[in-house]
């Protein structure tokens, strides 16, 4: 079940969601519900960020880490 | 997958997702796989919109290359074909003025990957190893259709427990899973929630060891995660279903008057077809 399964088909799920988005922004009642996923969507990437720099500073071979 | 504002800021996004930075520090056939069916689905849209022949030989490269990286790349050919079929069906409609045009372009696409299937990839050796014509090592012999079933180390248990669950109070309860015999985190039995955890953070599935992580703050930015992403998964899923809904009736009907552009056949046979590919391979 891992991941790289359905992975390689990343663009299309992309695309399918960014279309979604978008015709979701284009109608009144759904305008504000876009603006909710695009506001989520946005922080979830600052959290990527976070998780990918952690995990980064965690693999950091002590040596090179005064103090760690 | 035009670039449209929208489709830029959900590529940035995705451009940080762990997982697919996870995949591409390692030195496996993954990044390659993702590549070459990314590049097809891309040449593929841009190929059936306008064609030319820069966009075929893009279009045939990446999807001969995609299932040599690595074997679900030949999910995309389907899809590719798909599209093939669903332009020509549309300049039968009339909807285009030169009908024939796309015939040598689909038979050359077909050739060329049959030659580099055929020339390259291992059906034989799969076949010898496994009775199969592709690698598959999964075991879940103990696995029953309806009713949870003991499985050493489970991952899927049942048809309804791994298909029909979506676990997001075990995610947030336990935002790692461990690889060891008890099933607890229930999310690891659960299909759409591993997916859901493996793309989302990047150390739910706590491999390779090094990456595992029992740090309070590490697992509460994966419980953020988790919850940020829940609009943009119902959104998702809320599209999917919608897709499905418009195919069904036309393929009920047979009708061809409604089918979808060659671009939206790409795209809609592409997510199908993994996603029925993680489906069977789950319930193998």
Redo the contacts between chains.
Sequence with gaps: ??????????????????????T??QSARGRGLAR???A??????V??????A??AW??VPEDWVEGR | MRATEQARRVAFVVALNPSLIGIGAQATNDSFVIFFVSLALFAGERFFAHPSAARWSLLTTASALAPLAKGNGLVVLPAVAAAFLASLLAARRGLDRQPRRLVSPFVGWAVVVAIALGAFFPFGDHYRLFSLPFDDRADASGMRAARDAFVVRPGVRSIPDALLTFRVVDLLQHPTIDNGVAPIPLSRTSLWSTLYGRFHFSRYASWPPSWQSKSGAVEAVGRIAFVLGLPAAALLGATIVGRAGTWLPTAARQSRAALPSPATTLVDVAVAGYLAFIVAFALA
């Design positions: 079940m891992k991941d790289i399964f359905v992975l390689p088909a990343v663009l299309a799920f992309a695309a399918l969601f960014a279309q979604a988005l978008s979701l922004g909710l996923v695009t989520a969507t946005a922080l979830l990437a959290a990527y960020l976070v998780d990918v952690a995990l965690q693999l």
